[in-house]
């Protein structure tokens, strides 16, 4: 079998090091084509030692120098900044793009590698909430797959396999509900960003983190699998499940519901987006009934937790308005981090910024990049 050649897009990130893990533990399957990071540099150069891609990209360009020195003594070749990453994701050489890189920064890298015609595995699910319309009509005009790695739509895609042609009538994207789980807002006014970092179950990077405390990843999440899918915004509910292990489930239109479990672990979804469709081998580790005596499920807290409903309202309009909620979610996001705004806080902001931004129906890709500035602009303004 011929080994599949990766991309990934946010090399030393949270998806990007268990990505490598993947590939490291099955040599004969995968083989590392590019490898890009923002300004890990040193984490950089260590996997490109270890992997030794074709190439690499610094997309912090004042990092360029560093990293070209050090990669000198290989064949490694080196560029820099983010106009690098576009260009070499459209490399003959690549078969998949696996984009782990934060936020809004994966779009126009997804898009590039789409009209290459290379297959997606998609971490990125900022990508899909900015323009899902778009890059799933580019990605089925140009004959792409988009295998997900999030672990709740790996799960339905995984409930899907074999049923793709029986329509959905419902799909349950489960959320372990964070830190905060149970809180009244009351108890959230003075939280603090290491309260909020502390995630009950998975290790992740810091934005997703702060972004499941407040129920935005699964808002986020919510948009991501109505492009993935193609649903309706009315077939698609959140469950809180705090245990984390079923991951996911689809309802079909006979009532049979369909549901993916397992220890949360995002090795799994990775290798198997880059393998689909076969599974592979591997030695994580396996659940036991016994120590899971109950899973449970409620529903989740809208008034407390309001961005789930802004990402709802959000999908209902449609038009440039995830994209303006999804880059004021970012700055909110990057001013809680720095002690700048609140937890409940980041709420008011995300529904001040989508009511004062401009409002788009039809936009095209470069509104959604102007969309993005003029919201980061006005958002900052806000602070
Ligand atoms: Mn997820």
């Known amino acids: 079998m011929q080994k599949r050649k990766i991309a990934i897009l946010?090399?030393?990130g949270s998806i990007g090091t268990q990505a490598l893990e993947v590939i490291e533990a099955n040599p004969d399957s995968f083989e590392v084509e590019i490898l890009t990071a923002q300004n890990n540099a040193d984490l950089l150069i260590e996997q490109?030692?270890?992997f030794n891609p074709n190439c690499v990209v610094i997309t912090n360009e004042s990092l360029y120098d560093k990293v070209v020195t050090a990669l000198a003594h290989t064949d490694v070749k080196v560029y820099a900044g983010m106009k690098a990453v576009e260009e070499v994701v459209q490399m003959d050489s690549v078969d998949i793009v696996l984009t782990s890189m934060v936020g809004y920064a994966g779009l126009l890298p997804t898009i590039k590698a789409i009209e290459a015609s290379k297959h997606i595995a998609l971490a990125n699910k900022e990508t899909l909430v900015v323009a899902g319309e778009i890059i799933t009509k580019l990605a089925q005009e140009k004959g792409v797959n988009i295998y997900p790695v999030d672990s709740e739509h790996s799960a339905i895609f995984q409930c899907l396999v074999g049923e793709f042609h029986n329509p959905i009538e419902k799909i349950i994207l489960t959320a372990s509900?964070?830190?905060f789980r149970g809180?009244?807002?009351?108890?959230?006014?003075?939280?603090?960003?290491a309260q909020a970092l502390k995630h009950p179950n998975w290790v992740m990077g810091a934005k997703i983190t702060i972004d499941s405390a407040s129920l935005m990843n699964k808002g986020l999440e919510v948009i991501e699998a109505k492009w993935l899918f193609g649903v309706q915004a009315s077939q698609i509910e959140v469950v809180v499940h705090?245990?984390?292990i079923v991951h996911s489930l689809v309802q079909f239109q006979d009532g049979s519901m369909k549901a993916q479990m397992g220890l949360p672990d995002m090795k799994l979804p990775i290798q198997f987006a880059l393998n689909f469709p076969n599974r592979l081998k591997s030695d994580f580790p396996r659940f036991d009934f016994t120590k899971y005596p109950s899973l449970t499920f409620e529903q989740p807290d809208t008034k407390t937790f309001r961005n789930?409903?802004?990402a709802f309202d959000a999908m209902a309009k449609g038009g440039n308005l995830p994209c303006i909620m999804n880059a004021a979610n970012e700055i909110a996001v990057e001013a809680f981090l720095q002690d700048k705004i609140g937890f409940l806080a980041m709420s008011d902001f995300i529904e001040t910024c989508m009511t004062k931004v401009s409002f788009i129906q039809k936009p095209s890709i470069d509104d959604y990049v102007q969309t993005d500035e003029e919201t980061r602009r006005f958002a900052r303004g806000l602070l």
């Open 183 to 193: 809180k009244q807002r009351a108890d959230l006014e003075q939280v603090t960003k």
């Open 242 to 244: 705090p245990q984390s």
């Open 177 to 179: 509900g964070g830190p």
């Open 10 to 12: 946010g090399s030393t």
């Open 48 to 50: 490109s030692i270890k």
């Open 308 to 310: 789930l409903q802004l």
